[in-house]
Each structure stands twice: as structure tokens, then as C-alpha cells.
């Protein structure tokens, strides 16, 4: 629907080019939810379309690629990409978290910190500061300038936070891993596999949380919209001939 979907045989390694190179980089992990965002928010659609890389993350734009486009694009859930990048990573990239409960972030640093010893997680904060807290955690990211900066404060917040904040750490890597710190905290469980290829992990996530039933509308909006803008450019197409 005019956004930007980006494929590769092979995320992790492009992103690890792009860290060996200090370059800048900004990651979307897009889903239907966010593509319905976006088309309300144009401020959201110009992030969305200025990002660095935009990785098919929901199982609706996987769809939509397959059944309407015919185009084989496999989504690449975003804590999964994270994960894969996270574990990739050795001693000498300083990685930094951000977002989340204060709780829930710390444990998921102690998680990673358990499952990868070379990590060098260097910036762990919660979501919550504010004031000269807030200033002071990003004086003290300006100092340390990380190589990749993790931002969990849900969509599209966290895209806004890393659009205003890039310019602090230019050369990193800057990803918006939404809920990811639930689910490395062991707050909360990913669905089962079989249900993630069945593309029902929203299913799942609803069952977890009943209060995203509003959210979850986005899913068949996203379709509508979806087979709407194909009839639209295909009719704009046709006119043009």
C-alpha cells in the first residue's frame, strides 16, 4: 500500500556490514497493524519510508505478497531478527536497551546476558524515565555511542523515539523491538510454532492479552484496504494505457 518492503536471503549478515561500517541504519519489522497506522499518520509513513530497512515482520503482509502480488516474500518475525543479530554479535559491539518496565527490561538483559557471555551489553534502561533521568540516559548514549540500540516502547511510539533521537548515535544500528523484552524476560510466551506457521500468532498474543481485541481490528481492514489499493493502482494502470 505505497510502503517499502525490503527481502534478503540474509538480514543478519547485511546488518553486521552495516555495523563493521559505522554506518547509520534505521530497522522497521512491519506488520498489518502498522501498515493501517501509517495510513493514517503520514508522519508515521514518511518514518516507514525513510527507514533503512523495513522487514516483512506480520503474517498479513506475508499474505498479502502471496495471495496478491504472487510474489514468495517470507516474513522474518522482529524478535527473531533481533534475537538472530543479538546472538551474531561479539565483545567488541556495544549494544544498548531501551523500553519496556523497569523489571522487565533488566531481566531480559539478565537473560541475554546468561545466553550470549561475549554480549556486550553496555546501556540497560527502562522505559519509564522521565526528567533529568531522561536527559541523563541520553547524555549517557551520546557518551557511550553504541553499535545497535534496541527501542521497546510498542508501535509507533518507539519509531517516532528513534526518528528524534537518531542523531545522538548516528553510526548505530537502531531497531524498535516493540514486546520483545516480555518475551526474553519470561514475562510472557511466544505462541507454539505450529500456530506462528499457521500465521495465528496474533491469535495467540489476543488470548494473552483480550484488551488488544480493538488493535486486532487493524487485521481485516489491513485485507480490505490491501485488495482496494491493488483495484485502485491496477484501474490507475489501465487508464494510463
Known sequence: ??????????????????????????????????????????????????????????SGV????RLIKRENIRRYPGIELAANLLDSLGADTKVAFYGGKPEIVEAAAAAWRSRSPQLNLAIVQHGYVKGDALQAFLDRLEQVQPDVIFVGLGVPRQEFWI??????CPNAVWIGVGGSYDIWSGKKERAPKWMRKAHLEWLYRLYQEPWRWR??????????????YQMTERKTARIGQ
Open 1 to 58: 500500500m505505497g510502503l517499502p518492503v525490503h527481502q534478503s536471503s540474509d538480514y543478519v549478515q547485511w546488518l553486521n556490514q552495516r555495523i563493521a561500517r559505522k554506518q547509520g541504519t534505521h530497522v522497521v519489522t512491519i506488520n498489518a497493524e502498522m501498515c493501517m497506522q501509517a495510513q493514517q499518520d503520514k508522519q508515521l509513513e514518511q518514518f516507514i519510508r525513510s527507514a533503512d530497512l523495513v522487514a516483512p515482520d506480520g
Open 163 to 168: 526518528a528524534h533521537h537518531r542523531h545522538l
Open 215 to 228: 488493535r486486532m481490528l487493524a487485521l481485516p481492514h489491513f485485507v480490505w484496504a490491501s485488495f482496494w
Open 62 to 65: 506475508e499474505l498479502f505478497f
